[in-house]
């Protein structure tokens, strides 16, 4: 009987870190600099991302090389900037992120 809230806060922990790692990564690469969840700031709400690309089986891809490498023209005229100090992995990570947000 004394594992059960042990293991509850295992599960949930388990199924809630890499979104936390997420945030917390989105916050150290300085994104939320230029970007927020649910609004637009200097760059898209990570929503309206999500919600752009939901469905495209290759927009984590995309998203991350755009995350690393910079881009322009698919949100206005303000283009993003490149990202050298975020890794493939990382971007990877971010991007998986962003596309899970509702």
Known sequence: M???PL?????????????????DLAQKKN???????DKKLVG????????KYAGDKEAANRLAQKIMKGGSGVWGPVPMPA???????????LAAWVLTLK
């Open 2 to 4: 004394k594992l059960l």
């Open 7 to 23: 293991v509850t806060f295992a599960l949930v922990f388990a199924a809630t870190a890499p979104v936390f790692a997420s945030a």
């Open 31 to 37: 994104c939320l600099a230029c970007h927020q969840v």
């Open 44 to 51: 898209p709400a990570y929503k309206d991302v999500a919600a």
């Open 83 to 93: 990202n050298p100090q975020v890794s493939e992995a990382e971007a990877k990570q």
